[in-house]
């Protein structure tokens, strides 16, 4: 069975600082894409980034890259220079064959100035 | 273009209510999903459609609910009788054809609406 893993409920970073959000999942599937959306106060899901299970490069959008591991199963949120604006919950995501896509149970990044 | 659109934004009703939830999704987006959130459960996908056929209704709660799709650009969520733990954030969200895992292409990017929030007194 497919599963998400986010074991950080909560999570505090200065402003202008760097903050890992950790993921793990599992699947026995081989084709499988992991997401990061990120849900602000205002409710909306906003993608942020993606990684096949296929690439061999980690994904980078901006501020946000991901860490992908896949002999750990870990897809890792990095956020570089995190903004007051990135307080929000984060979710990770998986889909597998068919877009099958199921969540994590977020991490809430609380940004201080 | 138009992103996904779902309706009602906000519902109150009473217990034993019958509760209808409408999404349109993005024209040309092959895949719809269901999902609900709750503080307690997070994200929860209750089903999804590919072409308009139900793939997966294992997350469907029990007999109260139902979702149907009967043509590409209009889908129904609905709850009868409605109880007190049926509130919650109900999202609809849609995505074009593609492969899971892929390089290129569709990747399977969830496009979300902007929920409808149930509350069942």
């Not at chain 1, 950080?8 to 499988?32: H, I, N, R, W």
């Amino acid at each position: 069975a497919q599963k998400i893993t986010q074991t950080q409920p909560g999570m505090f970073v200065q402003e202008k600082e760097a903050v890992t959000l950790d993921c793990t999942y599992d699947t026995s599937d081989q084709s499988y894409g992991l997401f990061w959306y990120k849900q602000p106060s205002s409710g909306e899901m906003i993608f942020l980034i993606y990684q096949g299970s296929y690439d061999e490069q980690n994904a980078t959008e901006g501020r946000y890259s991901l860490n992908f591991q896949k002999a750990r199963k870990s897809a890792n949120l990095v956020i570089s220079a995190s903004q007051l604006g990135d307080s929000a919950m984060y979710f990770c995501a998986m889909n597998t064959g068919g877009f099958k896509t199921i969540f994590g149970a977020g991490t809430r990044l609380f940004v201080k100035a | 273009d138009a992103g996904v659109i779902q309706s009602p934004r906000h519902e109150v009703t009473e217990m034993g209510q019958e509760v209808t939830l409408r999404c349109k999704p993005i024209s040309g987006h092959d895949y719809l999903f269901w999902y609900r959130q709750t503080m307690m459960r997070g994200l929860e996908l209750l089903i999804y459609f590919n072409n308009n056929v139900p793939i997966d209704d294992s997350g469907m709660p029990e007999d109260r609910f139902s979702a149907k799709m009967p043509n590409a650009s209009f889908s129904t969520l609905k709850i009868q009788p409605s109880e007190p733990r049926d509130s919650a954030v109900y999202f609809c969200a849609s995505s074009p054809p593609g492969l899971a895992g892929s390089t290129r292409g569709n990747t399977g990017e969830l496009f979300f609406g902007e929920g409808s929030r149930l509350t069942v007194l």
